[in-house]
C-alpha cells in the first residue's frame, strides 16, 4: 500500500511517500525543507514532487500519515489540514501520530531517551521514551530546565532533536546528531500496524499544548465616550 506522510511540527516542512507491506515500510521519496516561516507554501509542492518521483498520483494513495505536533499553531495546522483535506477528497483514512515519537522512537534502542524541539518562548516541547521506544512521559512544553529535571528522574542517557541540539548546556545529556526533526519513516512504521489492519481513519487532533498567541477579543470597546 502507498502511503503519504506529512509533518509541519517542526521547522522542518517534510513529505514522504512510502511502501507499506506485510513485511515492513519502506521509503519510496521524500521531501524535507527546514524553513520556519514557510509551511504553506513549501508542503503542497512537496506531495506533487514526492509523488512525482515515485511516478504514482493521488488516486494510488492507500492512507495518509500525519505528523499531530506537538507544535506552533500556525506550521502544525498546515500539514494537518492538508492530510485531512486530501483523506476527505481522496476517500482514504488519515492517521495521526505524536511528532516526537518520529523523533524519540528510533533512537531509543536500549536506553530512555529524552527528545526535545524548538517551542519558542525559551521553552521545549519534549517527551521521553524507554529502550524499548515506548514514550513514557510527555508530550509536555516547559522550559529547557524542567524536561531536563524530568529526563534526570527516568534515568535518560541521551536527547535528539532539534530543541535538544538548542538547548544541550541545559539539558546536560550527550546529544544525537539525528533525527534533529521528525523522521517520516518512523512516523510511517508507528501507524503501520493501523493501516495494514485497515482501521478506521481518524480525525487529526493537533497537540497544540498552549493557546495559540491571538485570542478573540472577549468584549467590545465602546466608539462614544
Known sequence: MLVLVVDSSTPAVTA???EVSAAGVAARAQRCTVDARAHGELLAPQVDAVLADAGARPADLAAIVAGLGPG???GLRVGLVTAAT???VLGIPTYGVCSLDGIGHPVAVGEPVLAASDARRREVYWAVYDGAGQRIAGPN???PAVA???ARDLA???AVGDGAHRYADVLGLPVRAEPRYP???ALARLAAERIRAGAPGEPLT?????RPDAVAATGHKPVLQ
Open 141 to 143: 512544553v516547559d522550559a
Open 148 to 150: 531536563a529535571e524530568r
Open 183 to 185: 523522521d517520516a519513516l
Open 206 to 210: 493537533p497537540l497544540y499544548l498552549r
Open 86 to 88: 486530501m483523506g476527505q
Open 72 to 74: 506552533p499553531f500556525t
Open 156 to 158: 535518560v542517557t541521551v
Open 16 to 18: 514522504a511517500l512510502v
